[in-house]
């Protein structure tokens, strides 16, 4: 579960959200060098998926979250996962992988190299349900850049300060 708190309010942190996710924002973006992100917002509920470079990345990581209210301002909490379609095949892949085992068990041909390929099948299959670390921490720096609001001083000002 990610939780990133911000001093906007509901309000300001979902006009924020519909104004960072844009497709306008994108446009003419190049797509092989920038994290393009399809987003949508109803109501409280966010959904957040990276856009592949020229193609649907099946078993993309996505981001399912919440704009919340605050004592000081709001958080938008969620969590990353895959589609319910990229689970649903990830199912049923499971299921032919053990079906096919069972076959060669059932046919007295189940030896080590039958059990070594299912099971490392299995093993891959697995490893597609979780997101990845590195798209993680994509997704996490750009939901920060949301939450954050933007610094409206010059760097001049702000060593003045200081």
């Excluded at 399912?64 to 301002?73: A, H, K, Q, T, V």
């Excluded at 076959?103 to 189940?110: F, M, N, V």
């Excluded at 670390?133 to 610094?151: D, K, M, N, T, W």
């Amino acid at each position: 579960m990610l939780a990133l708190d911000s001093k906007l309010t509901v309000d300001a942190l979902e006009r924020r959200w519909d104004e960072q996710t844009s497709p306008a924002r994108f446009a003419g973006s190049d797509e092989m060098m920038d994290n393009i992100f399809i987003a949508s917002r109803k109501g409280e509920r966010v959904f957040l998926i990276r856009k592949a470079s020229g193609a649907l990345d099946p078993f993309a990581t996505v981001f399912r979250g919440r704009i919340l209210p605050c004592s000081e301002g709001s958080v938008l909490e969620g969590w990353f996962t895959k589609r319910l379609f990229d689970y649903v095949l990830l199912l049923a892949l499971f299921a032919l992988d053990a079906a096919v085992f069972l076959q060669g068990l059932s046919a007295g041909e189940a030896d080590a190299s039958l059990t070594g390929w299912c099971g490392a099948f299995a093993l891959i299959l697995l490893l597609l349900a979780f997101p990845l670390r590195s798209a993680r921490r994509r997704y996490r720096a750009f939901l920060e850049g949301i939450v954050q609001p933007e610094e409206t001083n010059q760097p001049e000002q702000r060593r003045e300060a200081q």
